[in-house]
């Protein structure tokens, strides 16, 4: 996704990784983030040859500890490889923490 939303509490949000392509070699991706109140789990995955086609789902919550209150964090995504290419590369994926979200029923007159 652009952003993911992470409600407070212990209710988890997810997100999916996934290659477009088979890589040449294995492919470990670290997920971290500076802020303390966040738990992201797995906290590495990696893409083989083999699974590269299987998308990883990371789950990603606040913590008891995690501030109270909206503000924006950003995901880490660091890659790691025998692949020159891809070896070093960083993607962010912008959370917002503590967001709520509501409908409301909209009717036309």
Known sequence: PNILY???????SHFRLSLKAKPQASITVHFASADPGL??????????????NTPAVIGVRTTNSSPSGPRNVNIMQSFESAD?????S???LVAR?????????????
């Open 39 to 52: 738990e992201i789990s797995p906290t590495t995955h990696t893409f083989t040859p083999q699974n590269w």
């Open 6 to 12: 992470v409600p407070e509490g212990d209710r988890p």
């Open 84 to 88: 020159s290419a891809i070896d070093g």
């Open 97 to 109: 923490v503590g967001w709520h979200l509501g409908f409301m029923p909209v009717s036309m007159r």
């Open 90 to 92: 960083v993607i962010e």
